[in-house]
Each structure stands twice: as C-alpha cells, then as structure tokens.
C-alpha cells in the first residue's frame, strides 16, 4: 500500500491563505516524504492547461504520483438542467486528471436519503454511467466515495446498476458512521471493489495511534482484500493541520510496513 494525502487536509490552511498549492505540494514531497498527493477541485487555482502541466510538472520533479483528481459534484439534484451541469462538471475533472496523468478521478453519488426514490436512483445511475463511458475513453477510472449518508449496501447496488469496468470505489473510512459493529463490517463488504482509500483522521494518541478509528483492523482487512492503492489522508480534526498529518504519516508507514513485512516472511517461510 501506499501513502499519500489530500488536499482537503489543509483546506483550512488554504482558506488562511498561509500556504499555496505549489507549497502544499512542496511540502508534501519534501517534508512528509509521500507517494502521492490527491488533488481536489476546489483548490485548483486554474482549470487551464498551462497550470495543470505546471502542476503536473512540479510532482514529477518531486517524485509524487498524482493519485487521484477529487471532483466535488451532486447527482441528486433537482432538475435535469442542473443534473446536466453536474455531469459536464465531472467530464470536465476527467480531462484535468487526463492532462495532469492521474489514474481516477473521485466522485459523489449525492445524497443517500433522496435515493429513495425509483426515478432519482434511475437518474443517478444514468449520469454516472455517462460520466463512466467519457471517462473509460480517456483511460481514466471512476471511484464513488461513501458520501452524503451512503452506506455499503447502496454503494454495492450503485457498483451493481451501473456496471462498468472503470467504476470503482472511494472508501472514506470515516464515513460509515460511528457503531463499531457496523463501520467494520462496511468496510469488509467495500473493500473488494475499492481501488482508493481516504484514509480519515480526526485525533491521535501520544503513540501516534487514531482515536476514532481501529487503523490495526483497518489494514487487515484491506490486505485481505488485495488492496495495494493509496491510503490518501483525509485529516478533518480540530488540531494544527500540519502539526497532525504528520502523526497520520507516522501512523500509516508504520502500519503499512508491517503488513509489507508480513508478505516478505510469507515469501520466506
């Protein structure tokens, strides 16, 4: 497994305006030695090609893959005008990931509790394909976080309806709500079709441990479902941005390398 972060981790460093993208990413490769940096939309400060290949640039110099483009739409919207929007909203992130190399390109389905209705999920399923098959012509993949309330079983029929090969999932850790008899059992059914990870952290422990989350668990149960993606940090708690990524860096290299340790002496034996 690898380990990269969000931009989202510092999006309240960026509102302050204390740090730049360019520096973000700077700071990224140089400081917390990271595989891969994940790009949201919002903190684009252009969509133009020259920009893009400027960024695009700057992380092959460094030696960071950019792993994913995090487009921030909703399907469940009210009209079909506005459904359009979304949908040229998301084909446009398609080609920003084309032109910058990225793999996938992250999206939302919108909001799980209006996917109740026949008409609404029908519509749902129908922009994501359309957005899938512009996607798969640019060599891009599609993965659909666990946002907006959306659970393991509506994500697994959302995998199911829409049915296309380039159409993964997004797994936000953080997402499957707060009942330890459920998130993990979530996470075991999503695991199979997830090709990126948002790793989510909101507290750590004096050892550099997450609070909220049983990141031990977590990594077995990614392991055992033959992930090797990235483990893209998505810090959301109250504590200095910087100061905690660091820790969710710690963190995750420890826990990755003895799991990679683990395959070695399976090679071994």
Not at 67 to 78: I, R
Not at 87 to 108: N, Q, T, W
Request: proline share 2%.
């Amino acid at each position: 497994m690898k380990v990269g972060c969000s931009s989202w981790s510092f999006h309240r460093t960026f509102a302050k305006k204390e740090l730049t993208f360019k520096e973000w990413i700077r700071l990224c490769a140089e400081h917390y030695r990271l595989d891969g940096v994940e790009l949201l939309a919002p903190h684009f400060e252009s969509d133009e090609p020259e920009y893009l290949l400027e960024i695009k640039t700057l992380c092959t110099e460094l030696g960071l893959t950019i792993s994913c483009v995090s487009a921030t739409n909703n399907f469940t919207v009210a009209s079909q005008e506005e459904l359009d929007r979304e949908i040229e909203h998301v084909k446009g992130f398609v080609d920003v990931a084309s032109i910058l190399g990225a793999p996938l390109v992250r999206i939302f389905a919108g909001v799980s509790s209006q996917l109740t209705d026949d008409e609404v999920w029908a519509n749902v399923v129908a922009a994501i394909r359309e957005c899938a098959e512009y996607a798969l012509e640019h060599g891009i993949m599609l993965a659909l976080e666990n946002h907006g309330g959306f659970m393991d079983d509506q994500i697994l029929r959302i995998i199911e309806d829409v049915d296309m090969e380039n159409f993964k999932v997004t797994m936000d850790l953080g997402n499957f709500g707060t009942d330890p008899n459920i998130i993990y059992k979530a996470m075991e059914n999503v695991a199979p079709h997830t090709i990126f990870v948002h790793a989510k952290c909101m507290e750590f422990t004096e050892d550099y441990l997450e609070k909220t989350l049983d990141y031990k668990r977590i990594m077995k149960i990614l392991d055992d479902a033959g992930f090797n993606g990235f483990l893209s940090i998505e810090f959301e708690g109250p504590g200095e941005e910087k100061e905690e990524v660091g820790k969710a860096v710690a963190m995750l290299r420890n826990l990755t390398g003895a799991i990679h340790k683990e395959q070695v002496d399976k090679l071994v034996k």
